[in-house]
């Protein structure tokens, strides 16, 4: 098994910044990639960003590319998602995500996760 935790939501303004992190721990070596997913109140959870363990590809969904950036620290088993210019759409429940098979050709957007966190708010003031 492979617990995430996720941390860094809460109120912001739009325009502004944020981080979020998410730590794993337990099984953390069967995990080989990592990943962000949101839910707006009334929507489907919806597919954010992603990154390989090995080798570092990254993944975008098409309405957050060029304003969020993921990263990772495999040290700390550590997932990021940076999150530039905050505009309203984007509040909603953030989870984190793990895959145990993540071979290329890997496809996030398609393929459901087989861990989750327990998600963390992020609200957006405008």
């Known amino acids: 098994q492979v617990q995430l935790v996720e941390s860094g939501g809460g109120l912001v303004q739009a325009g502004d910044s944020l981080r979020l992190s998410c730590v794993a721990s337990?099984?953390?070596?069967?995990?080989?990639?990592m990943g962000w997913f949101r839910q707006a109140p009334g929507k489907e959870r919806e597919f954010v960003a992603a990154i390989r363990w090995s080798g570092g590809s990254t993944y975008y969904a098409d309405s957050v590319k060029g304003r969020f950036t993921i990263s990772r620290d495999n040290a700390e088993n550590t997932v990021y998602l940076q999150i530039h210019i905050l505009k309203p759409e984007d509040a909603a429940v953030y989870y984190c995500?793990?895959?145990?098979?993540?071979?290329?050709?890997?496809?996030?957007?398609?393929?459901?996760?087989?861990?989750w966190g327990q998600g963390t708010q992020v609200t957006v003031s405008s």
């Open positions: 995500a793990a895959w145990v098979v993540a071979g290329l050709p890997f496809l996030p957007l398609y393929t459901v996760p087989d861990y």
């Open positions: 337990g099984r953390t070596f069967s995990s080989n990639a």
